[in-house]
């Protein structure tokens, strides 16, 4: 019972009232440092009251409870060396992760806490410490693996074609090699070693990432724009596509340029993964990713229905013409592309001026070129606007937010040698195993002082502006010289008690 009304607390919009009662529940807890205590006992979602604060984003419930926990180390004069407890706010040993619990939430407000005492001191040290270099390292090895796997397809074993052309429109001059012809000279055994990296790259990838699905969720894994979710399904569908070439390959079957091509353009789009890590490429990121399966989603919708309509109805009014003479609608699919490009204004309407286009064509290119690049090119520029308005706003702290999504998956993925636990452990101090974040922190005495002169003779002169406004308003026409008086007079009080300030701010100082 009084572990369920400690995690009601956290969630009481009165903070004050609920760290009051929090503390006085404690105070009845019989074993407050043991395994039983309320305070690390979870909740049905496996939530402690420490962790269920950072997921609401309660800062105020959060920083109440990092207060009882630190230990003041010793303190001379300014300086002070505090011991700050990130047991259960480092990820290091922990399955639910707390850093991990604040960037997945969809709560804004928790990923404010991600600026506080210890939180901060610790994203920091552990990202420049081994997350920045290993994340670095893994978007070069990327880099150079995704060159090789171009370089296998570049070179990708190919053969004359020797059968008769079936249509004068036939454009096809190599043709794919049978198995047995692909693997024959040393070029050959070179791009093998190539294709044998790409494989064995794209089983890594499955094996990578198919824990972490079945740990988190498909829903969460990949619907969370922070843990990089779109990226996961790029890179998963590219090691997919990297199998089923593969094994097109080792069958002999044709038309392995399909799964080939898909998993050349996923693979380079994956690249932008790794921007995450550059402050000044990060922030872009979020704004793609907010575009593409945000705006650009929901348009692709209205622009299908508009395209399908359109290219149908120009097909129909071509399907009797020459197309000899006008061959970009000569059959159904290539009246979609060519309908395509001309919503996206990458070609001029089609015309030929040798021979008479039917009237309709004219009419309902008239009606497409209205509805298409005047009214729903501009609609998806206006929504493009104002998501890149609404993300400006917080692409610094989503930025921050990636970061210490990368930290955590690169810690949970990289063996335990190559990254050690950060802190101190309190056995060091006689504090039992739990681990301590030292920080050292600076008090200036003068800076306080300076600050309350300061907002004192703000008060002063805002009273003394006050009593002036209010001469103003309440005389009359025939008391303006002595209100101007008055004003002045009130005027030359407040830089008399101003100037008095500042000497006594001098004299301490």
């Known amino acids: 019972i009084g572990n369920t009304v400690l995690h009601i607390l956290v969630l009481q919009p009165n903070k004050t009232f609920a760290c009051h009662m929090y503390s006085l529940i404690l105070s009845y807890d019989k074993n407050k440092e043991g395994p039983g205590s309320l305070e690390l006992i979870p909740n049905n979602e496996g939530l402690s009251p420490f962790k269920l604060a950072g997921v609401e984003g309660n800062t105020v419930m959060f920083q109440y409870l990092m207060q009882k926990r630190k230990q003041n180390l010793w303190s001379f004069g300014p300086l002070s060396t505090v011991l700050y407890d990130i047991t259960e706010i480092d990820s290091w040993a922990e399955d639910q992760s707390f850093l991990e619990l604040i960037v997945s939430t969809k709560k804004r407000e928790a990923r404010q806490i991600l600026d506080l005492t210890p ?18 390292f893994l978007a ?18 190919l053969k004359p074609r020797t059968g008769n052309r079936t249509s004068s429109r036939d454009n096809t001059v190599y043709v794919q090699k049978m198995l047995q012809e692909s693997y024959v000279s040393y070029e050959d055994e070179l791009r093998l070693v190539g294709e044998l990296i790409t494989v064995i790259g794209a089983v890594v990838i499955l094996v990578l990432e198919i824990p972490d699905i079945l740990r988190v969720g498909a829903a969460k894994y990949f619907g969370q724009t922070i843990l990089g979710g779109p990226f996961h399904i790029i890179v998963i569908t590219y090691a997919c596509m990297i199998l089923v070439t593969m094994v ?13 091509s898909f998993a050349l353009v996923l693979g380079w789009c994956n690249v932008m993964y790794f921007a995450r890590g550059f402050q000044m490429l990060g922030p872009f990121t979020i704004m793609i990713q907010k575009m593409i399966f945000g705006d650009l989603m929901r348009f692709c919708w209205l622009m299908a229905v508009v395209i399908l309509g359109f290219a149908s109805a120009f097909y129909i009014i071509f399907q009797t013409e020459n197309p000899e003479n006008l061959g970009q609608f000569y059959n159904y699919p290539m009246s979609l592309f060519t309908t395509f490009e001309l919503f996206l204004t990458i070609i001029d309407g089609p015309a030929n001026y040798d021979v008479d286009l039917p009237f309709m064509y004219s009419v309902v290119y008239f009606a497409f070129a209205i509805i298409a690049t005047l009214l729903m090119l501009n609609l998806l520029i206006a929504m493009m606007g104002d998501t890149h308005w609404r993300v400006a706003h917080e692409q610094d702290e989503l930025w921050r937010a990636q970061v210490v999504a990368t930290t955590v998956m690169l810690e949970r993925k ?21 681990w301590y974040l030292r920080i050292e922190d600076r008090v200036d005495p003068n800076k306080h002082k300076m600050m309350r002169y300061t907002e004192v003779f703000k008060a002063q002169d805002r009273d003394n502006c006050d009593k002036g406004s209010e001469k103003l308003e309440t005389s009359g026409d025939t008391l303006c010289k002595k209100e101007l008086s008055a004003l002045s007079l009130s005027r030359n009080t407040s830089r008399t008690s101003s100037h008095r300030g500042w000497e006594i701010l001098r004299r301490n100082t």
């Open 119 to 136: 939180v901060k001191e610790l994203v920091s040290l552990k990202w420049n410490m081994y997350g920045r270099p290993y994340f670095c």
């Open 140 to 157: 070069l090895f990327y880099i150079l693996y995704m060159v090789c796997f171009t370089m296998c397809c570049v070179y990708r074993p």
């Open 248 to 260: 097109m390959r080792l069958t002999s079957t044709t038309g392995e340029v399909v799964p080939m």
């Open 414 to 434: 990289l063996p335990r040698c190559l990254w050690p636990r950060s802190g101190i452990c309190g056995r060091e101090f006689g504090l039992g195993d739990r």
